[in-house]
């Protein structure tokens, strides 16, 4: 390995865990993944022994499943987080393009 240290690969990832978490678990598709993995295969910095990154240590067969992960190589396409996912109003108020929580469309109470 890349002589990271245990300490340094345990804050990297706790930092992508409190990433992933505090943006709702996202998940790339399955094609993304094994985009991801196809790369990391190529990659000189992966270390097969234990399939974990040589730059920031994490296990690539995880790391690559996370929405908001980012190859510290710049090596994957940037995934912007939410892109692709159905708008709601939380506060209750709705608007025309947007549901609301519970997937309802607005209604019309005026007459």
Request: charged share 30%; hydrophobic share 25%; with cysteine.
């Amino acid at each position: 390995m890349n002589n990271i240290s245990f300490l340094q690969m345990v804050r990297n990832f706790a930092t992508e865990a409190k990433d992933y978490i505090k943006q709702g678990a996202p998940n790339v598709t399955e094609s993304q993944y094994a985009e991801r993995v196809q790369t990391c295969d190529a990659c000189p910095h992966l270390e097969r022994k234990d399939m974990r990154c040589g730059l920031c240590g994490c296990f690539v067969e995880h790391k690559a499943k996370w929405q908001t992960s980012s190859c510290p190589d710049n090596r994957w396409e940037k995934i912007v987080v939410g892109e692709t996912g159905k708008k709601i109003n939380i506060s209750g108020r709705k608007n025309d393009n947007t549901e609301d929580v519970n997937g309802t469309q607005p209604t019309n109470t005026e007459d």
